[in-house]
């Protein structure tokens, strides 16, 4: 149980263009999903926290006009990177929790991101 | 977010020995901790979460948890090539947001 995917696993695009990645729980609800950012050999970092039909929660730092996240159902979440640059250039990866009582997050694969 | 300090540099252990890693976390009402690993290029894969004081053993691994040090540990016992990866200290706090450590590297050697 508790398998969440990512698609696309790996996007390659040009400045300027947007970027959407889905992020799925398989197997169950998942009332929060999360987005993370990792770049080469460091930690993760939180992005923003996103809840079932309610705004996503961007933490300091993040452009939320930048990283449009939608949280439509139960068991999807969207991140849209708008306009990217090759700074943009990065390991997504979500992760998603069954809200009360199910304490532990479970990460999708990811989406590693190269803007040329 | 809070601090999650996993401060040790890569640790290389021979195959069958114990690999020890620590972790030190700022938030003292921290309730639920969690020990990932990350393979090189892949995501985070859970192993064990640990929420209350003393030791969670599951298979191989075992989590140390002491809250009054606010200190978590992960023993992995008669490790073996394929434990070779990435470790994550994980602290949840009272938004429900995982606060990450650096991680250590863990590299056993056959």
């Known amino acids: 149980g508790a398998v969440v995917s990512q698609h696309p696993s790996r996007v390659i695009c040009k400045s300027g263009t947007s970027v959407k990645i889905e992020c799925r729980s398989l197997d169950f609800q998942a009332t929060t999903m999360f987005w993370y950012r990792q770049f080469p050999k460091k930690s993760l970092m939180l992005m923003a926290t996103s809840n079932e039909g309610s705004k996503a929660t961007y933490e300091q730092g993040v452009e939320k006009d930048k990283f449009l996240i939608n949280h439509a159902s139960l068991t999807l979440s969207t991140l849209t990177v708008t306009s990217a640059h090759p700074e943009d250039s990065s390991f997504y990866i979500c992760?998603?929790?069954?809200?009360?009582?199910?304490?532990?997050?479970?990460f999708g694969p990811g989406t590693r991101l190269t803007v040329l | 977010q809070k601090e999650v300090e996993q401060n040790s540099g890569p640790l290389s252990v021979p195959e069958g020995a114990i690999a020890s890693l620590n972790c030190t976390y700022s938030d003292r009402v921290s309730q639920s901790f969690f020990w990932y690993r990350q393979y090189s290029g892949k995501s985070p894969e859970l192993i064990m979460s640990i929420y209350s004081n003393g030791d969670k053993e599951d298979g191989r691994f075992t989590a140390q948890l002491n809250k009054a040090s606010q200190y978590v540990s992960l023993l992995i016992r008669d490790s073996q090539p394929s434990d070779s990866a990435t470790y994550l200290c994980?602290?949840?706090?009272?938004?429900?947001?995982?606060?990450f450590g650096k991680g250590n590297q863990v590299v056993v050697i056959p």
């Open positions: 994980a602290v949840k706090d009272g938004n429900n947001r995982l606060a």
């Open positions: 992760s998603a929790s069954g809200g009360p009582g199910y304490n532990e997050q479970f």
